[in-house]
């Protein structure tokens, strides 16, 4: 039987994901445990060896994962040809699948089949990629996930110079009424969020800030309150 995350409609204003790549991978399921009282989603990258020189999750065991937690996954896929893989992430559960720009044949008629297999979809913005190109296309997103790193490991610096695109993706979700959230997604900590979440982005992942962190929990707790402290919408 296929497990369902459970009813997540009711979401925060802001999402703290933790991303498992910065996790024990020889423990993850006690790795998820480990922040869910406190992540609203759990970010899993999933890496081909082909769109990124990195290999790292897949498809089984997302499946193994999601019979041992109920947090909502928040699906990353960084690999070739989306449109072969991806529904298998939606029927194994996931809350949201994003897939990259550069990597899909139609992002539009791929984001369509995600909706109809029952799950919120994202399109992902590589960090030498243009955001204004996509904008017409964004209502058929629930997320717009804008690296603020090259994609392909965890780890690396922010690059505050991504944040003009979250502007730009922000004056455009409010200016359009749109449902849709922002996610950055590399280098994020207790410092950086505070200078994304000000551009106008309201989904956060972290992975070494919160599992390199002596106590995770208390970690996302941290970057929750200082991103509730500082947030404006501009
Ligand atoms: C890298 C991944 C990120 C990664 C972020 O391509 O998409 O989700 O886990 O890691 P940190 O937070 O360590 O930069
Ligand atoms: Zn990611």
């Not at 913005?125 to 994609?151: G, N, S």
Request: charged share 25%; proline share 7%.
């Amino acid at each position: 039987m296929t497990e369902r995350a459970p009813n997540v409609a009711e979401q925060p204003p802001f999402i703290i994901a933790p991303s498992l790549l910065a996790a024990d991978f020889a423990r993850l399921g006690d790795e998820a445990d480990a922040v869910a009282p406190e992540a609203d989603w759990l970010h899993i990258d999933v890496m081909d060896n082909h769109y990124v020189p990195n290999l790292t999750i897949g498809l089984p065991v997302v499946q193994a994962l999601r019979r041992t937690t109920t947090l909502p996954f928040d699906i990353h896929l960084m690999i070739e040809a989306p449109e072969r893989w991806a529904l298998g992430y939606a029927e194994a559960g996931a809350y949201n699948v994003t897939f990259h720009v550069e990597a899909a044949e139609d992002p539009v008629k791929l984001a369509a089949a995600l909706r109809a297999a029952g799950t919120k979809v994202g399109l992902a913005i590589d960090r030498d990629t243009p955001v204004e190109p996509y904008l017409e296309i964004m209502p058929h997103f629930d997320t717009l996930l804008i690296m603020t790193i090259k994609a392909g490991f965890g780890g690396q610096a922010f690059l505050p110079e991504m944040l003009d695109k979250v502007r730009t993706a922000r004056r455009h979700v409010d200016g359009g009424h749109l449902e849709l959230r922002i996610e950055v997604d590399g280098g994020v900590d207790e410092d950086t969020i505070v200078d994304a979440a000000a551009a106008g982005a309201d989904a956060f992942v972290a992975g070494t800030a919160v599992y390199h962190a002596g106590d995770p929990e208390a970690a996302i707790r941290n970057l929750r309150r200082t991103v509730a402290g500082t947030a404006r919408r501009p």
